[in-house]
């Protein structure tokens, strides 16, 4: 693999943040993609390989990937990744999706929140939150994870309108299927057994 030469490029993205944390971002990923594992303890092995920089131990790049993760201002950090995957997909209007992910780390809930597009028949997540409690997302949830995903989605020149999102039978309801027809994003969704809804009326019914 050839060592990163155009981070400048990159950078453009990122202008709360320093080029030397922009870079171990980069050197992240790539360790990840290369080993197809987010353990940073076995991506410091490619750290030198991945960065150019041989001659300096596994254990030092081992270092340098956990700094980043001190890393401050994280949401400007995750816009500046948001508008760096849009510009190197270069999509206008796309299959967005919504889905969500719950684990524990010990006594730790770890539930995220994600939205993403999907590209070429992959799922690339843009933007997401953690929610601070076990099980389903909630209205509020949902609708500023959106709302935020809108506000980046426009400040990189991209159109919302007539975009479809697709989701699974946990992410139903009036007020939030509502909520979407004002955004003007269509959308796909399971439904549980035995209903469906009647936008126009308002209603919710069950098949009978």
Not at 6 to 13: H, L
Not at 165 to 170: L, T, V
Request: charged content about 25%.
């Amino acid at each position: 693999m050839k060592p990163l030469t155009d981070i400048s490029k990159i950078k453009q993205f990122y202008g709360k943040h320093s080029q030397a944390t922009v870079k171990t971002f980069i050197i992240i990923a790539q360790c990840v993609l290369l080993l197809r594992t987010v353990c940073l303890y076995k991506c410091k092995d490619k750290g030198g390989e991945v960065s150019g920089k041989r001659e300096i131990k596994a254990s030092s790049h081992y270092k340098r990937l956990l700094r980043f993760f001190d890393t401050k201002n994280v949401i400007a950090f995750c816009e500046g990744t948001f508008m760096f995957i849009l510009s190197m997909l270069g999509v206008e209007s796309s299959m967005i999706v919504l889905d969500r992910t719950n684990w524990k780390i010990e006594n730790k809930n770890v539930n995220l929140l994600t939205l993403g597009v999907l590209f070429n028949h992959c799922f690339i997540p843009l933007c997401w939150q953690q929610m601070n409690k076990r099980g389903n997302s909630n209205f509020n949830d949902r609708q500023a994870l959106v709302n935020r995903f809108l506000r980046w989605w426009q400040r990189a020149g991209k159109q919302i309108k007539d975009s479809i999102m697709i989701a699974d039978r946990e992410f139903i309801g009036m007020e939030w299927f509502e909520y979407l027809r004002e955004v003007t994003i269509h959308f796909v969704f399971r439904l549980r057994e035995n209903m469906y809804f009647e936008l126009q009326q308002g209603c919710k019914k069950n098949d009978s």
